[in-house]
């Protein structure tokens, strides 16, 4: 498995890349990807998504011990989604009160996946606004930038919560799949190029071209930017998975 990602600030923005994303292996077979966007209109939102991405990492490390010590533990794809979203919930809750943090810190949207080798399945679930692409096909989750936060809902019946997303997808036989937040669909004209124009979203999400380096994603942008005249408006947080026949993850 090849795996690419980048992280990019926006051209609209000077502080803070309020964007974040996660790669992070559970064990040899199974890898846990997320792109997280803090709300830029709520209170420090590069914390926020920062926050997340830090926790999850926490629980998907836990969650590899306690495959590694706990050989008979069985689940779906799913019902370990479940459990790590769980578990995030319970952790930022903690921290919500621990710290004594208002709402507003903690806004940020999430697209995760969650991919197994050995069974060559997978899910991913968006809480939020994004944009996903499975082996060709893109898929964009547009809540007109009025995203569900999961932090609304710390308080309520997770069981329900968890059973209402809609935004879930699974998968097979993966060969190329891509998650990103929005600022995908934020690329504009910022100086003149020679180069005729190019759908961005098919460049990064669907072209292979430069898949040979590991730089490929960061390569594309610059690209975009230098031959296409095009940069993000806002921040970008994009990871990238292209099936390798040579080895599994």
Known sequence: MNIYSSLQIGDYHTNHC????LIKKINSNKIICAVMDGCSTAMESHFASTLVGKILR???????????????????????LKEIIKRLFDEITFLKKHLMLDEKELLTTLIILLYDATDNKGIILSIGD????????????????KPDYFVYHLNANFENWYTNQIQKVFFEKLEDISIATDGILSFSKIKKADSESVNCIEYLMIDQSNSDTDEMLNKKIKAL??????KPTDDLAIVRLIKDNSSQL
């Open 18 to 21: 309020e964007d974040h994303l």
């Open 58 to 80: 926490k629980i998907i490390i836990e969650t590899g011990y306690r495959e590694l010590y706990e050989k008979n533990i069985q689940s779906g794809i799913d019902e370990q």
């Open 130 to 145: 994004g944009v996903i692409c499975i082996n060709g096909q893109i898929t964009e989750f547009d809540r007109d930038n």
């Open 225 to 230: 930017e230098h031959r296409y005249g095009m």
